[in-house]
C-alpha cells in the first residue's frame, strides 16, 4: 500500500479512534448504519479493543445506504464534539430497524448529547470532510461494500468471525513489522 493512502486510511485527523490511539496496528473499518452485518460486528470489534491494548481501530463512515444513512453518519461524527462517539456509535448500531432522522434523534437523546449542538455540529467542515474522504477512499480501493475491515496491506469484506479479525490484525502487523 503506498504511504499516501496509508496516511489517509489510518491517520485522517477527522476519523474516530478507538482503541490505542498509538498502536502497533490499525485496524480500518469501513460501515455504514443500516448495514445487518456492521450491526452484527459491534460486539467483537469491541471485543477486540478490549482483547488487544496494542490495536487502534480507525471508524470511516461510509453511508451507502441512503439518506437515513447519511443522517446518522452525520450525527455519529458530530457526537466527537461531546466526546461521546464510542456511545453514539453503540447506540445507532443497537436501533431496530432502519436509522433514519428520528431514530438517530432519539438515540442522540438516549446518549445524552447536546442537541442544539448535535444539529450545529452535523453541518461542520469537519464532518464532510470525513464522509468525503470515505467515499473517495472506498473508491479508490475499490471495497465491495460494508462491512470492510483493512490491516496492513489485506483487507476483508462482509461479516468476520472474531477469528477472522484476530488473524487479519495478525497478518498486519507481520507485514509491517
Request: contains cysteine; charged residues 25%.
Amino acid at each position: 500500500m503506498p504511504a499516501e493512502l496509508r496516511k489517509a486510511l489510518e491517520r485522517d485527523p477527522n476519523a474516530p479512534v478507538l482503541g490505542n490511539p498509538d498502536g502497533n496496528i490499525t485496524l480500518t473499518e469501513f460501515f455504514d448504519y443500516n448495514c445487518p452485518y456492521c450491526r452484527l460486528m459491534v460486539r467483537d470489534v469491541h471485543g477486540l479493543i478490549l482483547e488487544d491494548k496494542e490495536l487502534r481501530i480507525v471508524f470511516r463512515e461510509w453511508a451507502v445506504f441512503g439518506e437515513g444513512s447519511i443522517f446518522a453518519a452525520q450525527a455519529s461524527l458530530a457526537s466527537l464534539d461531546q466526546g461521546k462517539y464510542w456511545q453514539m456509535h453503540s447506540a445507532l448500531m443497537a436501533i431496530k430497524g432502519r436509522a433514519e432522522e428520528a431514530s438517530v434523534l432519539a438515540a442522540a437523546e438516549t446518549v445524552g448529547l447536546d442537541m442544539a449542538k448535535l444539529r450545529r455540529d452535523m453541518e461542520s467542515d469537519r464532518v464532510f470532510q470525513h464522509m468525503s474522504t470515505s467515499g473517495e477512499l472506498a473508491d479508490h480501493m475499490a471495497l465491495m461494500g460494508t462491512p470492510t475491515f483493512i490491516a496492513g496491506n489485506e483487507g476483508l469484506f462482509g461479516k468476520q468471525s472474531p477469528k477472522d479479525l484476530r488473524d487479519l490484525v495478525a497478518r498486519g502487523r507481520k507485514a509491517l513489522g
